[in-house]
C-alpha cells in the first residue's frame, strides 16, 4: 500500500488488442523529525515505478496528473534487463491491484469510475506475466 504524490504526467500505452497499460511515477515522502538530543533527521523521498492495466490505465489516462495524490494497492515486481550498451539492469515496479484519486475533483463519476476496475486489472496481469511482456 501506498499513498503518494505523482511526480510527472502518467505514460500510457496501449498493447495487443486495445490493452490499455499506464506508468505512473510516484513520490512517497517519509517526514523528518528532531530527535531528543536535538538531531535533525531530514525528510525522506522514495520513488515508486506504478504499472496500472486496462480500467484502472484508462482511469489514470483521464483523471491524473502531475501533483496528484494517490493511493495505490498492489504486487512488488522485480525484474532485470539488458540495456542498449548491453549492461544488466534491475527494475523494481509496483504492480497496482486497487487505485483511489485523493486530489479533490469536483466530479463524483470519478469516484464511480474507480470503484469496481480490480477483476479486470487482475485479469490482464496474469495474461502480462503468462506472455513475460510489458510495453514499458
Known amino acids: 500500500m501506498l499513498i503518494g504524490n ?4 502518467p505514460e500510457v500505452r496501449y498493447v495487443d488488442q486495445g490493452v490499455a ?15 531528543q538530543n536535538g538531531t535533525q533527521v531530514p525528510d525522506h ?25 494517490l493511493y495505490i494497492e498492489g504486487r512488488i515486481r ?4 539488458d540495456d542498449k550498451q ?9 504492480w497496482a491491484d486497487n487505485l483511489e484519486l485523493l486530489s479533490p475533483k469536483s466530479t463524483s463519476s470519478v469516484e464511480q469510475s474507480v470503484a469496481s476496475p480490480e477483476v479486470s486489472a487482475q485479469q490482464s496481469q496474469s495474461e502480462a506475466e503468462q506472455s513475460g511482456q510489458l510495453p514499458f
Request: net charge positive.
Open 6 to 9: 505523482v511526480g510527472q504526467d
Open 21 to 35: 497499460v499506464a506508468r505512473v511515477r510516484l513520490a512517497t515522502t517519509e517526514r523528518g523529525y528532531t530527535l
Open 45 to 69: 523521498t522514495d520513488w515508486h515505478n506504478v504499472i496500472l492495466w486496462r480500467k484502472l490505465a484508462e482511469i489514470v489516462e483521464k483523471y491524473v496528473h502531475k501533483g496528484d495524490k
Open 78 to 81: 522485480y525484474t532485470t534487463y
Open 86 to 94: 548491453g549492461q544488466r539492469r534491475y527494475a523494481t515496479e509496483i
